[in-house]
């Protein structure tokens, strides 16, 4: 008998696949297609796996391959394209194939789970809907009523061929008695609707941005969509997806964070009348499934989604958008740590369709994309309508007495916007909490985490001490446990300290508060923005999140309370975050058509930074920047990866380090090895952490030297004392 | 408290409050109040008598303590006793400060 292998991708920690026989009742081989989940014994357990490949023989001795034990579906589940592409990041990530091929599935498919995937065949009415009609609803949708009548008369449903018999097909209306629940769907065909909203009318720059993405939908392109804060980016993406969507085909939306972008999907909602599957790591698993289902059997047409949504199937792709591309959220920070951007980039070539990276503030690795002719550079350089760019201005705190950190000009200048009938001001801080630390006032002793190389942060309302780092929490010191004394003071300023300040500048205006300790009941953000929005709060004061996306028309001025924060960090990255971040916040000032002016709070006026971003703009300063990193050879320049290593003993993770590093230097070739070194936050949670960096000024270079090396790391005898990772393409050096 | 050699420390003193104490609380919730005690009074000095005048930093922390320090308006007679510390960890000349153990108000005479 013709017995054939199984090569199969297996969740687990372990560089390779596995070769498995067939199971019993192995259905015929030709109908085995790679993307069907196999439940196999795995150890002394049973795992799911995917289906790589059917082989004709393994290098395994037969006596040593086990029986899968079941097919756990008819077709692929995973598509040929989603199968490459996951192949693609595991050899570029080089991160072990289960673990990868595990990222694509939702957790319940993931788990086992029946797929049970459907498609809209057509439509039934509801007892509800029935209901309503026996009382003459609706009333004043004739068209509405007409087709409730005929599902009325065939209460087990009609198809969609049956349906168009009695009348011509009518979408838009059935899919209102769909939204109102008066009928629901027969399980299901592809169904992309077309009907779109009169849309704003275009400026010239996104006309321009629009027709040359138009004329690039047959095939692959990357497009660089830099436009200034307010320069009408969501527009331009509205027209293509409408564009896209007329063809019959699907949009694949990511964003950094579904949370923090409830105005970019309110308007998609909004403006195009299909169905949105939304996927975002606040879903749950049965949620996640469902709009995972809805895209890959082309019910949705438009998806969008986090980092993850990168790995949702799609039916007939049409064009990808990544917002605010150079978010650093869309890189995975652990596990397998992919960037959903390159990534999409890879998808978008694999399909043959185009992808639109948008950004007021591009990644350097972006625009160096740009220059060397990768993507094609679209500029959307002013605001649309009459709203204007916000004057920046720098204020000089050196010598200012501080009150809670905010100067005396810059509570002037809030008193001024706020005298304005309706106006509102933003207050920026990245960091929440009362204040990062607890200080003794008479010896010095400073608050420390036990588990971590950090400070513990004061919350006020919580009365408790927390770890932002390992989480740890306790109650706040009554007395030093130093010198005895209960002059304890908390050093420094929070959002949460902001906040008391401002109460007693201005006792009378609401303050919104938007931090992720002010938003962690679900719903509460929701209730912050519409406050906002209908002015019962003047004073915004947040943390990055209140950086990202959001339009408050009424905001004219923004302060960055602490512009030092940022300047002088350890990572070569500080800097291009701390323009972005400055940009994105400048961004929300005066969206509509107010006047916005922005004020940064800083210790150093002179820094070139502030200078070259306030008097040139970022364009400017990414390109002074781009320059340093050609001389100082760091990427975009030269590529990197990161391994990482923790161990609870303070000597284990180096000593694996020391080992690896031997090795690499057995077959490194024009390979930079820097380390290994303490991260710079050597203990946390109780581990201590060392990082060896590996650089060259090739891709291929360090991708044909890692294939050689990560394989045989397990093989170090260091390697059982340690928790170990590598990072391609690392975001952060810690 | 003062059983060991070298750990004496206690100052008694009786003067006004100079004006109502500034009062704040701790991160854990702990009331400290502050003000300062205007002391005038007549010592004996080589045997002869002399005016001894001071303002002396005072420091009361605690619930009980801050409670009856609230009730003190300016000009108000106390006494207080207590022990003398540096009063934060600058460097430099050495402030010191009174921290109040006992605080009693006077009839006024």
Known sequence: MDRRILRIAVPSPLYQSFDYLPPLDCPPYRRLQPGVRV?????????????????????????????????????????????????????????????????????????????????????????????????????????????????????????????????????????????????????????????????????????????????ALDGFQAFLLDGVTGSGKTEVYLRIVQTVLARGRQALILVPEIGLTPQLLARFQERLNVRLAVLHSALSNKERLVAWQLARNGSAAVVIGTRSAVFTPLCNPGVIIIDEEHDTSFKQQEGFRYHARDLAIVRARQASVPIVLGSATPALESLYNVHNGRYRHLRLPSRVGSSQEPSIEVLDVRHQTLDEGLSTPLIERLQAHLAQPDGQVMLFLNRRGFAPTLICHECGWLSQCRRCDAHLTVHWKKRRMICHHCGLEQSIEVSCPACGSVDLRALGQGTERIEQALKRVFPDLGIARIDRDSTRRKGSLQQLLNDIQQGQRRILIGTQMLAKGHHFPNVTLVGIVDGDQGLFGADFRAGERMAQLIVQVAGRAGRADKLGSVVIQTHHPQHPLLRVLISEGYAAFATAALGERRQALLPPYTWQALLRAEAVSREAPHAFLDEARQLAATLADGIELYGPVPAPMERRAGRYRSQLLVQTDQRGRLHRFLDQWVGRLVTLKATRKVRWSLDVDPQDLF | MSGEPLAENALLIAGHVLETAQIRYSPAGLPIARFSLEHRSRQMEAGIEREARCRIPVLACGEALVRRVRLLSAGAPVRVEGFLARSDHRQGEARLVLHTQHIELLENP
């Not at chain 1, 838009?172 to 769907?185: A, C, D, Q, S, V």
């Not at chain 1, 849309?199 to 996104?206: I, K, R, Y």
């Open chain 1, 39 to 215: 439940r196999v014994p795995f150890g002394r357990r049973f795992q799911v796996g995917l289906l790589l490949e059917v082989l004709e023989e393994s290098a395994l001795p037969p006596e040593k391959l086990r029986p899968a034990l079941e097919i756990l579906d008819d077709e692929p589940l995973i598509p040929p394209d989603l199968m490459d592409l996951a192949e693609w990041g595991q050899r570029y990530y080089h991160h072990p194939p289960g673990e990868v091929f595990a990222t694509v599935l939702p957790i319940l498919l993931r788990q086992g789970h029946a797929s049970g995937h459907s498609t809209v065949m057509g439509w039934r009415i509801t007892a509800a809907g029935l209901a309503l009609y026996a009382e003459g609803e609706p009333r004043r949708a004739s068209r509405q009523r007409q087709l409730l009548e005929i599902l009325a008369e065939r209460p087990s449903g009609m198809t969609i061929q049956q349906l168009r018999q009695h009348v011509v097909g009518d979408q838009r209306n059935l899919r209102i008695l769909w939204r109102k629940g008066w009928i629901e769907t027969l399980g299901d065909a592809p169904s992309i609707d077309r009907v779109c909203e009169a849309p704003l009318s275009l400026n010239l720059d996104q006309r321009e941005a629009v027709a040359a993405i138009d004329q």
